[in-house]
């Protein structure tokens, strides 16, 4: 029952913008800290950003901070990831997680490649 869909990945071209959703059901999304993690071929996977709760505070890996920005809406059960000034070095998988004291769920994962 519990699912986290990710959308808006894809092919986009160094120094382009793409967005990140992130729809989750199954749970409380208030009670769940909401972050992106990605992984690169042949790289272990790291943590982007995170949103700690609705209106929350953030936290951003430094080679994506003034970049990226996450967020979430409340409403929709969403959590969104915009990547502006894309880099050949953004190209990984993506992954939405959400995490509290008890549980830690992931998507599957999607793919955002940044060409050259």
């Known amino acids: 029952q519990v699912q986290l869909v990710e959308s808006g990945g894809g092919l986009v071209q160094p120094g382009g913008s793409l967005r990140l959703s992130c729809a989750a059901s199954?749970?409380?999304?208030?009670?769940?800290?909401m972050s992106w993690y990605r992984q690169a071929p042949g790289k272990e996977r790291e943590l982007v950003a995170t949103?700690?709760?609705?209106?929350?505070?953030?936290n951003y890996a430094d080679s994506v901070k003034g970049r990226f920005t996450i967020s979430r809406d409340s409403a929709k059960n969403t959590v969104y990831l915009q990547m502006n000034s894309l880099k050949p070095e953004d190209t990984a998988v993506y992954f939405c997680?959400?995490?509290?004291?008890?549980?830690?769920?992931w998507g599957q994962g999607i793919q955002v490649t940044v060409y050259s």
């Open positions: 997680n959400a995490r509290n004291s008890y549980y830690n769920y």
């Open positions: 199954g749970f409380t999304f208030s009670n769940y800290a």
């Open positions: 949103i700690t709760r609705p209106g929350g505070r953030t």
